[in-house]
């Protein structure tokens, strides 16, 4: 079994920053993908950012120059640095891995709450 437990959520005035931790462990195999996704209340799950263990980085259109993925893979943790923070990021955010190789399994984190005031 894998676990994903994300940290560094909570309240921030727009324009502040805030960095997401997501650490991996357990039965980690040929981790692909590390991601960050969001939910805001009423909508739909959206993808944040992304990155491969090649390195490939996509981010959606509404937090690219402001938001920046990485990952510490000796650690097998994600991070997200969000700066420049809008009332519109307010949400729950959420890590998930891809792992595998013939066969792709997803593993999602609890969860954590950012919420910007305006």
């Known amino acids: 079994q894998v676990q994903l437990v994300e940290s560094g959520g909570g309240w921030v005035q727009a324009g502040g920053s805030l960095r997401l931790s997501c650490a991996a462990s357990?039965?980690?195999?040929?981790?692909?993908?590390m991601g960050w996704y969001r939910q805001a209340l009423g909508k739909q799950r959206e993808l944040v950012a992304a990155?491969?263990?090649?390195?490939?980085?996509n981010y959606a259109d509404s937090v690219k120059g402001r938001f920046t993925i990485s990952t510490d893979n000796a650690k097998n943790t994600a991070y997200l640095q969000m700066n420049s923070l809008k009332p519109e990021d307010t949400g729950v955010y959420y890590c998930?891995?891809?792992?595998?190789?013939?066969?792709?399994?997803?593993?999602w984190g609890q969860g954590t709450q950012v919420t910007v005031s305006s």
């Open positions: 357990g039965s980690i195999f040929k981790l692909v993908t």
């Open positions: 998930a891995a891809d792992m595998g190789s013939s066969v792709m399994v997803r593993y």
């Open positions: 990155i491969t263990s090649g390195g490939n980085i």
